[in-house]
């Protein structure tokens, strides 16, 4: 069975940062991509990745909102992948959830991704 499991939210004031978590298992980690996503409040969950991550050879894409600010990384060894948020804003407060995908492209879309996690949620305060 694939299992996602998102960890690391939470609530920080604007400007603040987290440290998000992504353990993954039931999959063979190395041969996906994993990327980030974000629902906020009242809104369907963005088409677009915040972040992606190819566990094939490390290439990275973020959007062009987060860079800079986040960045995304992956331990092959411990199946993990990471989200490091910094100088976070308001209107990025929502869920966040952690999606794997069989292909890498040159964008980072939501129908791309086969599995997920359940979300994890964070709060920006302004």
């Known amino acids: 069975e694939v299992q996602l499991v998102e960890s690391g939210g939470g609530l920080v004031q604007a400007g603040g940062s987290l440290r998000l978590s992504c353990a993954v298992s039931g999959l063979s980690f190395n041969d996906y991509t994993i990327g980030w996503f974000r629902q906020a409040p009242g809104k369907e969950r963005e088409r677009e990745g915040v972040?992606?991550?190819?566990?094939?050879?490390?290439?990275?894409k973020s959007g062009d909102s987060v860079k800079g600010r986040f960045t995304i990384s992956s331990d092959n060894a411990k199946n993990m992948v990471y989200l490091q948020m910094n100088n976070l804003k308001p209107e990025e407060t929502g869920v966040y959830y952690c999606?794997?995908?069989?292909?890498?492209?040159?964008?980072?879309?939501?129908?791309?991704?086969?599995?997920w996690g359940q979300g994890t949620r964070v709060t920006i305060s302004s």
């Open positions: 999606a794997a995908a069989e292909v890498w492209g040159r964008r980072c879309p939501i129908e791309y991704f086969d599995f």
């Open positions: 972040s992606c991550i190819s566990n094939v050879d490390g290439r990275t």
